[in-house]
């Protein structure tokens, strides 16, 4: 099936329509489909032909808002980098990706130095001929868009191919579920070069809503774009917290109608205090496999599930699964396993990968979760990370909940490492709310009182920050290899103990 | 292409949100579908099968509402009949549709005593026994769930067949060019045997919304309607004045997000008095066979845009065609033809008129309209309607809106009845507001000023009433033909006046 491709039909139903906010300056749905247009005729002019991979090595910037739309223009592939990968990583991902043309920016030209095909500086585009090609007008929903890299594990990388398919159902599933207005503006301070914030760019030129894009997420500047008119952001916990310490208790004006939550579940204190300030936050919980967003909170449940990532959206379906394939009881933690339209066909030149990820048509996450009763999901934690000490399950998210929720803990991160006696051993490494001071004495007794005993952080280290990828996820796999090299520096405002 | 049926879905995800309200009663979608259920078991009770058409001759009422949902839990199709046929006239079409069982209230009970099939009352539903039937809870989108006769003209009835996806694209194109919000709450008085009120009910399961039904439209309960709470209603040009009128000059609340105008052309005058009150009507032009708005002029135009029906919803097209089958300059008005998914795929057992209603994919509306210099469709008229005297084309319309802009001049309506000299004369009714007074000279000397010569009226007279379908469509055809039977009914207050 073709659809007209989404920019350029936007262009002609609303072309006077802000479609970009950056800094000071708006592009309409006209002038950013001009400037598509332009630019597919320069990619075309250095070779790009439909099939071929255009990467981007580009940190948020509206040149890489064009590219996402001008690869459409000629049937090419985008392949957004990400710009924290070391030298070796990213030519790891471009050997793998094989791209005709990477497009660079002076922070990156010189990650991609080593790099042997054709590397252009955005900065340089103006200066490149255009090739006089036919552009199309339209695209066919089974081809591919987006190819994105996977990131935050020891693995190599995995490329995950998106259709045209694959956005417009996310898309249209998010905005039946959200509500869309023509004056919405959509806060974009997610990394384009993950799905989390390219999604945002579909959902804009589909509803016919503008996005404010900012180079990188800070606090102060988010708090500010959403006094100054945003209505719908979305955003990782990190950034949340860090929005509330600099905005204090404050309440957040009516007009900011949702934040879609991502990035991994949320703890639970966090969504409480959102809540006691008016920011109306909706977990999500999505994959780049799902496009973004595969299940969301309804509004109306926002406080009333406070923790849970909803239901899937249209037309999508997920269930949870046992290590023996059959279907968990409400209730009961297992993988989640979804299907519907908005999944991916499968891995970039990996068909094993592909085979294995699918079972009679659905993809297996690797993240554990669970439905209650009315069938709204919580997700635990990923596979990867769950613990088992004395052959007890421990889901770090659990016990990082109980310890976010101390007064004086403003991130904290749970893992398992090896342990002769029990296998695992639980661990802990937080770091405290400024200015406010506890000992792990103080924490393990918190988390006696509330948890299982078996759950309790046998040490905690107090450090300054967490390891996290560019969009805000959490890399448990650095804190475990950390932890194991023993480099946490430690706090002066408390000691370390080890009751191991 | 299986899609999850819409209300079973929507009762999924938001069970407890508000769905229909009636009068005093409210139901939520988990409701909704669970009446939808229960009618589709007693539907099986009574042998209904899936590709069974089940007729209703029904007024808007909750029971129509269920039975719209309860014949995709069985793949049956819907035959909404238009109850102000008359039982010769609906005998006509439940022969042509050859339904498996008729629903019927006791107002219409006696309409259709004649037809010798299985004929259920509503009202005695609570008693019909409910079969152990396997419901549905997908669907096929290219399945047809509607069977619907076009009104209005004096050929044999056309049974049009629209599928889950015509409706499932138009309900789409409609949200993403208007925008809906949960909260929102629609208003529905336009008779639900027409697309124009049937679609809202696909708008409401898919957008999670609310439908406020009243059994006919009255403009005193549609004004305290919106007052209330209402955020969007689909009106005719007709409801739009009467409501002006009742409510005279006070400006409509800012929580009336949207007011869909169709029903044909609307004059100019009637869209600037909306304007003046802050009604903020959309034109929208469709087609029984586009299963409802195929264009719709986007909000910001509202204004700067008036009287064009706006571009076409995505993801579907338009054109103008001039009778040699070449394609129209902008300003150049010919006959509008439409292509995408909401296009139906034909009428019901009639391959020939399928075949002449198609010319390479794009279905021939019969209507007249132009497109302006930024692609904006402006609808002149029917084509049947089209004057053409002493060589020179005059549409209706046109000469109705000058009519309109007197302040006198309630309702005008211009047709061409045969003339010796010049093929076709131009002749109008009309009616005059209350208390207020004009003659036949005083609006020829209007339209004089404000119309070539060949469009101004040789013949004004004055009625009570004018002709119109249920929906509120006038039937240009009636009025040609009881003018020829010079039946029409001359008000006191002014004289008639015949210049040929």
Redesign the interface.
């Known amino acids: 099936m073709r659809?007209?491709e989404w920019l350029a039909?936007r262009a002609?139903?609303?072309p006077?329509?802000a479609a970009l906010i950056w800094r000071e300056r708006t592009w309409t749905f006209a002038e950013l489909a001009l400037e598509a247009d332009r630019l597919a005729c320069q990619l075309a002019g250095l070779g790009v032909r439909a099939g071929d991979r255009v990467a981007a090595c580009l940190s948020n910037r509206p040149e890489l808002v064009v590219l996402v739309h001008a690869v459409s223009r000629l049937g090419a592939v985008l392949v957004p980098l990400n710009v924290r990968l070391t030298p070796q990583e990213l030519l790891t991902v471009l050997a793998d990706a094989d791209p005709h043309v990477v497009l660079v920016e002076s922070a990156t030209r010189g990650a991609v130095a080593s790099w042997t095909g054709t590397v252009v500086d955005v900065e340089e585009l103006a200066g490149l001929p255009e090739a006089a090609v036919e552009l199309r007008r339209d695209v066919e929903v089974d081809a591919v868009h987006t190819l994105i890299y996977t990131s935050g594990t020891t693995d190599r990388p995995k490329g995950v191919l998106l259709t045209y398919g694959n956005h417009w159902w996310s898309a249209?599933g998010s905005?039946?579920?959200?509500?869309?207005?023509?004056d919405?503006r959509w806060l974009l301070c997610l990394p384009l070069f993950h799905v989390g914030g390219l999604s945002i760019l579909f959902r804009s030129v589909?509803?016919?809503?503008a996005v404010e894009l900012h180079e990188r997420f800070d606090a102060a500047m988010a708090n500010e774009a959403i006094e100054r008119g945003v209505t719908l952001a979305s955003l990782v916990g990190t950034m949340l917290w860090r929005m509330l310490e600099e905005r204090g208790e404050r309440r957040y004006p009516a007009h900011l109608r949702a934040v879609l939550l991502g990035g991994g579940p949320a703890p639970r204190p966090l969504l409480e205090r959102c809540a006691a300030v008016g920011l109306p936050v909706l977990q999500t919980y999505g994959l780049t496999e799902t496009a973004s967003q595969l299940a969301t909170l309804?509004?109306?449940d926002a406080l009333r599930k406070l923790g849970s990532a909803g239901?899937p959206l249209?037309?999508n379906?997920l269930r949870i699964v046992r290590p023996d394939g059959s279907l968990a009881e409400p209730g009961e933690p297992g993988e989640i396993e979804v299907r519907g339209p908005v999944v991916t066909p499968g891995y970039w030149r990996r068909p094993d990968l592909t085979a294995r990820a699918f079972s009679n048509g659905w993809l297996r996450t690797g993240d554990i979760g669970y439905l209650d009763e009315e069938?709204y999901l919580y997700v635990l934690d990923r596979r990867d990370d769950l613990i088992v000490t004395g052959g007890e399950n421990v889901f770090p998210a659990e016990v990082e909940a109980v310890l976010l929720g101390h007064p004086a803990v403003a991130e904290a991160v749970v893992v398992g490492i090896p342990d002769v006696e029990w296998g695992q051993r639980v661990v802990a490494a937080v770091v405290l709310r400024r200015g406010m001071s506890a000992t792990a004495h103080e924490l393990v007794a918190w988390c006696r009182t509330r948890l299982a005993g078996y759950k309790v952080p046998r040490t905690i280290r107090f450090v300054e920050e967490l390891p996290r990828t560019a969009s805000g996820k959490l890399q448990r796999w650095l804190v475990r290899q950390e932890w194991e090299r023993a480099r946490y520096s430690c706090t002066g405002n408390s000691g370390s103990r080890d009751e191991a």
């Not at 905005?175 to 023509?182: A, T, Y």
């Not at 589909?206 to 809503?209: A, P, Q, T, V």
């Open positions: 659809l007209p039909w002609v139903a609303t006077e329509r249209v905005q039946l579920n959200l509500g869309v207005l023509p919405d589909l509803g016919g809503f309804a509004p109306e239901k249209y037309p379906a069938g």
